[in-house]
């Protein structure tokens, strides 16, 4: 009886035993899958040669899609790119050249390249890009085709941008005005037009008699008062060293003209002036300072 109890209890404490050691085992392997887990989940991934960065949009810089920039040598190409075009005559394409990088100056050259007649297209351009800086850039605009010697594309430049002052200045460097470098013998179309409006009902024939007549009417008035008014024909005057105090004073500086100085009296008025003084009146406003007719450089004699 008594080794039964004996055998029982021992087999009881083996049962305790191995129940324990299981209970043990269970919970380790347990907490050995808890840290493979916890390595696995916080271990960032990294491509092999790449290093992962993460992009935290804020409210302020919200991320985008695509986000691109150019180089310094993508605008250097474009810029040499537009010169190039310039250079070879290509002044369309230079300008779209020039204003995809933001050179108004550029694009308003080229297209004044062309010629006196798209010279209004040009300073369409300065006024649509530019207008905080238009006066300012007319000028230079004019500047730039003075300095390459198209001293009258210079002067229309002005002349159309009511600088006339200006405009007049520069022409008397090659000793022209206004009137010489107009076109002449154009015919208004104004007056057809306005035929046109009024006689709808008018063949093609008769607007055409119409406006032939007119033009006929036009060309005989101007014959008549040239040959009305003919011209006066000025004489160049000598340049000319006092040889005592004139009575006149300077038309330009009012200080009186002393003997030994050397002065030179305008073609219109006679008035004297002296003579460095006067040729540089006339490169800013070619008339005299007295009379208020027109002078130029090549009505002296120096």
């Given at each position: 009886m008594v080794d039964n109890m004996v055998e029982i209890g021992l087999l009881i404490f083996l049962v305790f035993i191995a129940i324990s050691l299981i209970v043990a085992a269970r919970a380790a392997i347990r907490s050995q899958k808890k840290d493979k887990a916890a390595k696995k989940r916080y271990r960032p991934y990294q491509p092999y040669g790449q290093e992962r960065t993460i992009d935290t949009p804020t409210p302020s810089a919200p991320r985008t899609a695509v986000q691109t920039t150019s180089s310094p040598s993508e605008s250097?190409?474009?810029?040499?790119?537009?010169?190039?075009?310039?250079?070879?005559?290509?002044?369309?394409?230079?300008?779209?050249?020039?204003?995809?990088?933001?050179?108004?100056?550029?694009?308003?050259?080229?297209?004044?390249?062309?010629?006196?007649?798209?010279?209004?297209?040009?300073?369409?351009?300065?006024?649509?890009?530019?207008?905080?800086?238009?006066?300012?850039?007319?000028?230079?605009?004019?500047?730039?085709?003075?300095?390459?010697?198209?001293?009258?594309?210079?002067?229309?430049?002005?002349?159309?941008?009511?600088l006339t002052d200006e405009a007049d200045a520069v022409l008397a460097t090659i000793g022209k005005s206004i009137d010489d470098i107009s076109p002449t013998g154009v015919v208004e179309v104004s007056e057809i037009e306005t035929a046109v409006i009024l006689e709808e009902e008018k063949s093609?024939?008769?607007?055409?008699?119409?406006?032939?007549?007119?033009?006929?009417?036009?060309?005989?008035?101007?014959?008549?008062?040239?040959?009305?008014?003919?011209?006066?024909?000025?004489?160049?005057?000598?340049?000319?060293?006092?040889?005592?105090d004139l009575e006149d004073r300077c038309s330009v500086c009012l200080s009186v003209i002393k003997a030994g100085e050397s002065f030179i009296r305008c073609p219109h008025c006679e008035i004297p002036s002296h003579y460095s003084h006067i040729v540089e009146w006339i490169k800013v406003k070619p008339q005299c300072p007295n009379c208020k007719k027109k002078l130029v450089s090549k009505m002296f004699q120096s």
């Open positions: 250097r190409a474009a810029y040499a790119s537009a010169d190039e075009f310039f250079r070879a005559g290509m002044y369309d394409r230079a300008k779209e050249e020039y204003l995809k990088t933001g050179r108004v100056f550029g694009a308003a050259k080229s297209i004044a390249a062309k010629g006196r007649e798209f010279i209004p297209d040009s300073l369409e351009i300065i006024s649509r890009y530019a207008p905080e800086r238009e006066e300012e850039m007319i000028r230079n605009l004019s500047r730039y085709f003075f300095d390459s010697g198209e001293t009258e594309i210079s002067a229309i430049i002005l002349y159309d941008s009511n093609l024939e008769e607007l055409e008699a119409i406006a032939s007549e007119a033009k006929k009417e036009k060309e005989e008035e101007i014959v008549i008062k040239e040959k009305t008014e003919a011209p006066r024909k000025i004489q160049t005057q000598p340049l000319k060293v006092a040889t005592s």
